[in-house]
Structure formats: C-alpha cells, structure tokens
C-alpha cells in the first residue's frame, strides 16, 4: 500500500483510508476488529470516524478495537455539523474519551453552515493543535472559496492551516472538478474522496429491470437518489461493467481507479461491512490507468458538469496545472 504526504504537514497517510462509517451498525464489533486488523496488516494506516457516526458510538467502538495499536494508524475525526466554535473543545476532549487516545492526527469540520464564525473556528482548531490534542486540522464538503477563506485567516495569525478537505467525488458526481481540485491542488490541501463508488451504483450488484438486492443501499434509499441514477445511468453502467470486465478487474476496483488516476486526489476513502470486501478493494490501489482510460470512462457517463462558455474560461475554472508544482 502505497504512503502519501498528507498535504501541507508531516503526515505520511496510506492511499486508502478506511473509512468506519458502518462499524457498529451494519458492521458489529468482532468483523470491525477482523477487517481493521486485515487493513493494518496489508499496509493501511489511515483511518476515518466522526462523533456524529452513531452518535460517538461509533468512535467509542474504534477506541476498543484500537486498543494496543494506536501507534499503527493516524485517526482522523470530525466535529459534528452545527456545533459552534465556542463548544469545539468540549467536543474534541468528548473524541478523544471515547477513542481512548490523547490526540488525534486530523480533527475535521464535518460540514459547513450558514452564519459561521471563521476567525473563532480556526484560533478553537488551533488552540487544540497547541495543546497537542490534534496534529492537524482540516474540513470536509467545503466549497474551494471557503478552504482560502479560512486558511487567509490562519495565515495572518500563525494559526494552523486547513491541510485537508474530504469530498464526494465519483464517475457521476464531478462538481468538486470546478475549482475544488484545481484549488487544492495549487495550495497542497489534501483530497480525500469518499462515494467513489457512488453508493454502491458503480459496484456492478444492481442490473437494469432486476430489484435491487434485500437490504442493499437502493433498496434502503428513501431520497431514491440511486434509483434516479440507475435509470439516468443505465446504459452507461452496462458498458462500464463490460470495460471492466475487459480489463479482468472489478466494476469497483474499475472505479476506485479512475478517482485516484486524478492528481489532485491524496486518498480515496472505502468502507467496509464484512472483511470479505477488503481485499478485492486493495487490489484496485495497484490498478493504475492511462489518461486515455481515464477520458474513455468519463466519456461513457458524460457527467461532466455542463455550463455555458463563450471562451476558455470554463475550462480554467477545472485546470489542475495553472500553478507550477503547488504552492506547499
């Protein structure tokens, strides 16, 4: 498993992240610890929790499992939405209790929301830096202009940067290729993508006029958003299967691929329910295609976010080589 520079820090994360989203619910504690154990074994060393998963149970559960080997992974975890900068101590010391550790490696904003306060979120991150409870700070779903926005503060005060932003990003979902990358790239702020499998949709399991399976996510989907895609997507879904099928891979590890084949992409971030999907999912780290590949497999989604462009600037606006080497 390959090892990467974590953006602007010292950290040296594996190219997965595992992600914990499930462990305790539809995934119990005993396969939680045999598919953590699996992953550490084959290299991974980067792991993703957040309080609000099950409500801090299930950081609690990661803190069980974890017992022993803290000093194999780097954690990151993240406050939840909705919480102010005024309550982020509290809430970080609530983290560490249930993981069972003195400090994380990354402490996230788990989501952006109107009204905040960045001077008072960014000096609360890097009081906790300070006090050696976090080693970096970062964010997930923000827009580009708000990762500048809240490391321009950080700047003037000495603070600690945001190093790291995690965001969708699939054959599908290709919004964050409008400024997200571009922007991360040009600064060195990590990119974790977590749905790169789109929910399932990109795994191969669901066939057009057959029910999804018994408890699988389509079936459980109340927002039907994969429903829509399945019917939006289908015949862009059979001739992805066949490509991978060509290439002698999974449909997934097909997927997982494409997302990591993008330079502005650190880590891609899987979970997982049963130690049985483990291992097919690491054999798609050593899956490397070409820039044509790349472009074949886009072009059989067409998903690319449209807009209307007179000249160039539509596609500067996705440009990931306008600064020379970034600027980290």
Not at 2 to 14: A, D, K, P
Not at 70 to 82: E, F, M
Not at 86 to 107: F, I, K, P
Not at 214 to 233: C, F, I, N, P, V
Request: glycine share 8%.
């Amino acid at each position: 498993m390959n090892r990467v520079t974590f953006g602007n820090s010292e950290l040296e994360v594996s190219e997965l992240c595992v992600g914990t989203m499930v462990f305790g619910s539809s995934c119990d504690e005993a396969e939680s610890d045999r598919i953590l154990s699996a992953a550490i074994q084959q290299g991974a060393n980067f792991l993703d929790t957040a309080a609000a998963y099950i409500h801090g149970d299930g950081e609690a559960l990661l803190g069980r499992i974890l017992k022993g080997r803290r000093d194999k992974v780097l954690i990151a975890t993240k406050l939840p939405a909705g919480i102010g900068p005024q309550d982020l101590a509290d809430n970080l010391e609530g983290s560490l209790q249930r993981l069972q550790t003195d400090y994380v490696d990354v402490y996230m904003l788990h989501w952006p929301a109107e009204g905040m306060e960045p001077r008072k979120y960014m000096s609360a991150l890097n009081e906790a830096v300070v006090a050696g409870k976090v080693r970096a700070v970062g964010c997930c779903n923000f827009p580009a202009w708000l990762v500048e926005h809240f490391n321009a503060i950080a700047a003037v005060e000495g603070w600690a940067p945001l190093i790291c932003n995690q965001i969708p990003y699939n054959l599908v979902e290709r919004g964050v290729e409008i400024e997200v990358l571009p922007q991360a790239k040009a600064s060195n702020v990590a990119i974790t993508v977590y749905r790169s499998l789109l929910m399932g949709i990109l795994t191969g399991k669901y066939k057009r006029g057959q029910p999804p399976p018994d408890g699988s996510r389509a079936a459980l989907d109340r927002k039907k958003r994969l429903e829509g895609w399945l019917t939006q997507y289908a015949d862009a879904l059979e001739k992805f299967d066949v490509y991978a099928a060509d290439l002698g891979v999974t449909p997934a590890q097909l997927a997982i691929a494409w997302v990591r084949h993008s330079s502005a992409v650190t880590c891609t971030l899987a979970g997982f329910s049963s130690l049985r999907q483990l291992e097919p999912t690491l054999a798609a780290f050593d899956l490397d295609l070409t820039d044509d590949q790349r472009t074949e497999l886009s072009d059989l989604f067409g998903a690319e976010v449209k807009e209307e462009a007179g000249g160039n600037y539509a596609k500067l606006r996705r440009n990931l080589n306008l600064v020379a080497g970034g600027e980290g």
